[in-house]
């Protein structure tokens, strides 16, 4: 086995079989080979001379990296498989569409941007906190809103000795019952943004990702995808 190179997982999420976490799991699982020898730690470096076996089958080789934006309806759940059986975003893409991961996630009730690609290197890359992307937000809420409050956010957020970092939340709208805001995060934690507004008595009613990044949903219908040109975005690879 070679003991230089890229580590194993980082080259199974590079030709776009899972995400770095995955491959790490299918290693611990023995689904994973190197020169015929069953993998039992994903702390192995290999290169091009290595023969890497998944499941028994080759690695498949090093595709092109592509990226698509897509629109996630509410109602989908942003995983490949899921044990309850709910449905997911990818059963919504078209059979023939190349085997891709998803960048960041949004939970069963929220809709709008995600980001998918062939690259789990790149879904790892661009989650990590040291980008600071910033994921922009539509949210109608509950009630009557106090702007105030609002501003109060940029200054951060603790909940249940669970803290949020800063967040710039401005009125769009308000009627009688309900109001739209837009909501930009720094973090983008797990049901942040329903936390938050939850805590400050304006439950959320409807929540869509506008934006991720450098990229924006737009017009996208929802449930349709469209693929984005890399050669815009040299500078984030």
């Known amino acids: ?3 230089v190179g890229e580590r194993i997982a980082k080259v199974m999420a590079s030709r776009g079989l899972c995400s770095r976490r995955e491959a790490e799991k299918w290693i611990t699982q023995g689904r994973v080979k190197v020169n015929g020898a ?3 730690s994903p702390a192995l470096n290999v290169t091009d001379a290595d023969t890497i076996l998944i499941d028994d089958k080759p690695i498949p080789k090093q595709d092109l990296l592509r990226l698509w934006k897509f629109h996630k309806p ?3 759940i942003t ?9 997911t975003l990818f059963s919504l893409l078209p059979k023939d569409f190349p085997r ?16 998918l690609t062939n690259s789990g290197e790149i879904e790892h890359k661009w989650e990590l906190p040291l980008y600071g992307w910033i994921r922009s937000y539509r949210a109608k809420v509950l ?3 106090d702007q105030k409050k609002l501003e109060s956010l940029r200054d951060g957020i603790t909940i249940d000795n669970f803290h949020y970092k800063s ?3 401005k009125i769009e709208s308000q009627d009688e019952k309900f109001a739209w805001l837009n909501v930009q995060l720094t973090e983008g934690k797990n049901r942040e943004v329903r936390r938050i507004f939850d805590y400050l008595g304006w439950p959320v009613q ?7 990044g450098p990229f924006e949903l737009g017009n996208l219908q929802s449930g349709k995808f469209e693929e984005i040109d890399l050669s815009n975005y040299k500078y984030l690879l």
């Open 74 to 76: 509410k109602g989908y």
């Open 167 to 169: 967040a710039i939340a």
């Open 143 to 145: 009630g009557s809103v």
């Open 100 to 115: 891709v991961v998803s960048i960041g996630r949004l939970d069963m009730d929220s809709e709008g941007l995600i980001l």
């Open 79 to 87: 995983t490949h498989r899921d044990p309850q059986k709910r449905p």
């Open 38 to 40: 069953t993998l039992v």
């Open 1 to 3: 086995m070679s003991y």
């Open 206 to 212: 409807q929540l869509i990702r506008i934006g991720f």
